[in-house]
């Protein structure tokens, strides 16, 4: 976007160089490149997801003493999941931010997994490299997991004990769900 809502000058050649050279070079070098400005090459760059708006370097979460997720107070998708509103793509995902930040780029054909199932959560403790397959697979037993865990919560004058070997698991898995406290 231009300046106070002028069309923007910049041509998709423009953007293609920025794209290339971005991350190799600092803007204070390209900006002459280019024939811009440092502040033109920059907030350009945020526009094209090449950089990190500073404004979400402050954390847009809070930190759920019981579970230890970082749940993400900012935007999230339609699906739940944590977003940063200038990302663009795979990057618009807080999470996945998150994850590179600390570990880099995951490599092709595995995708970043929550162990918490908490969609919103940005804690990089919770997150785990997986490949496709595996996503999904953990995504169909924690749906059933969820099914099993809201009738453990109905049988509230049933045991634990016995809610436990009735479900095949572990009677503090039983204590927890009862809490609502993350089991998975
Ligand atoms: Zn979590």
Known sequence: MGKRGRPSTWKASD?????????KMPADMLAPRMGRTVKAIQKRAYCLG???????DTPRYTVNPVTECWDWFGCVDEEGYAVKSR??????????????AKYGDPPAGMVIDHLCRNR???????????????NTRRGRAAKLNMKIAEEIRKDKNISA?????????HIGT???IRRGVRWL
Do not use: F, W
């Open 15 to 23: 953007d293609n160089m920025l794209r290339r050279l971005y991350k």
């Open 50 to 56: 090449l950089q990190r708006p500073h404004y979400l």
């Open 174 to 176: 039983i204590h927890k």
């Open 161 to 169: 004990s016995i809610l436990a070997a009735k479900y095949g698991v």
């Open 120 to 134: 919103r959560c940005v804690n990089v403790d919770h997150l785990e490299l997986v490949t496709v397959t595996e």
């Open 87 to 100: 990302g663009v793509g795979e990057t618009r995902y807080a999470y996945r931010q998150a994850y590179i």
